[in-house]
């Protein structure tokens, strides 16, 4: 197991980290976070994406350190996690990567997994696995509504797509913008860039961390009001393409698909300490010539229902 010495986010760390991924919610917002009805929160808090970012980057470097020549290279990188708390501004809090795990089925499929745990003083924050794999392991059947070398590119950005259902969102790959996401995050991002090196490798994190924006969007354009109904994520599961995401440059583009919400019941567990309703979000990131770069989904639900309060 590795575990560094505490840390802290600054506000000036979710400020580079909100704005390298246009995630405008009130939450992490200094001056708007107070506007959140009720919020028990107390101040800022830090953005999913970003303790998520830092994960990776700190899996990435125990993978180094352990990895054996029998490891076959990764087809995906498989996130889950479960949000166990909130994590303030200047709150102290420790990351802790488990050891490694190597299984193979009996079919000959195989995974890698590191247990991630994110704990402050009075309690956790975060709970996942990183698992790397040969299929994914998050939607494995899930197929884009159409043909996406043909369709999609000429749909116009925030908007819903003719099929129904699917909310679309396009983005941009800028080196700037992954390079303030990780230092955001309190990685190091001279292990993903250096131009002098002509090195180039955006985090995992980085275009499904987009994710948010496009959520935000979408509910923005929906008139939702998020200082008096806020949302928080509960969980997050995402499969990521390792073949396309080593290949991304910047000025790609990145086309978002985000479904509509579905309901569903949960028994708790997390922020949500009784069975509670929460919205789920089936999400797509796809490359200009089709490629499915993640699939994965989302769990919200709103700050009332988990405070047991009626909206």
């Given at each position: 197991m590795t575990a560094e010495d505490d840390q802290v986010y600054r506000q000036i760390h979710l400020d580079v980290a909100r704005n390298a991924t246009d995630d405008f919610n009130p939450f992490h917002d200094a001056?708007?976070?107070?506007?959140?009805?009720?919020?028990?929160?107390?101040?800022?808090?830090?953005?999913g994406f970003q303790m998520e970012c830092l994960a990776e980057y700190r899996v990435t470097r125990h993978r180094l350190l352990d990895s054996t020549p029998d490891d076959p290279p990764p087809a995906y990188r498989n996130y889950q996690f479960t949000f166990a708390?909130?994590?303030?501004?200047?709150?102290?809090?420790?990351?802790?990567?488990?050891?490694?795990?190597?299984?193979?089925?009996?079919?000959?499929?195989?995974?890698?997994?590191?247990?991630?745990?994110?704990?402050?003083?009075?309690?956790?924050?975060?709970?996942?696995?990183?698992r790397d794999s040969d299929h994914p392991l998050t939607l494995p059947d899930l197929t884009p509504p159409f043909q996406l070398s043909e369709n999609l590119p000429p749909l116009p950005d925030r908007s819903l797509l003719p099929e129904g259902g699917w909310f679309h969102k396009r983005k941009f790959m800028t080196n700037s913008n992954a390079k303030n996401l990780l230092s955001g995050s309190l990685a190091r991002q001279a292990d993903y860039f250096d131009e002098l090196e002509d090195h180039i490798n955006y985090p995992d994190m980085f275009p499904t961390a987009l994710i948010s924006c496009a959520l935000l969007e979408r509910t923005h354009a929906?008139?939702?009001?998020?200082?008096?109904?806020?949302?928080?994520?509960?969980?997050?599961?995402?499969?990521?393409?390792?073949?396309?995401?080593?290949?991304?440059r910047s000025a790609d583009a990145l086309h978002l698909l985000v479904s509509d919400a579905q309901q569903v019941a949960?028994?708790?567990?997390?922020?949500?300490?009784?069975?509670?309703?929460?919205?789920?979000?089936?999400?797509?990131?796809?490359?200009?010539?089709?490629?499915?770069?993640?699939?994965?989904?989302v769990m919200l639900a709103s700050l009332n229902s988990i405070l047991g309060k009626s909206a």
């Open positions: 001056d708007k976070w107070h506007r959140i009805h009720q919020n028990p929160f107390g101040g800022p808090i830090v953005l708390g909130v994590l303030r501004t200047d709150e102290p809090f420790r990351m802790e990567i488990k050891p490694t795990k190597r299984t193979c089925t009996p079919d000959g499929r195989w995974i890698r997994s590191n247990r991630v745990v994110v704990r402050k003083t009075n309690g956790m924050v975060l709970l996942g696995q990183i929906a008139g939702h009001d998020f200082y008096a109904n806020p949302m928080v994520y509960t969980t997050h599961q995402f499969s990521v393409n390792q073949t396309l995401a080593r290949r991304l949960s028994n708790g567990g997390g922020l949500g300490h009784t069975r509670l309703q929460q919205q789920r979000h089936i999400c797509l990131g796809l490359l200009e010539n089709g490629g499915i770069l993640f699939r994965g989904e």
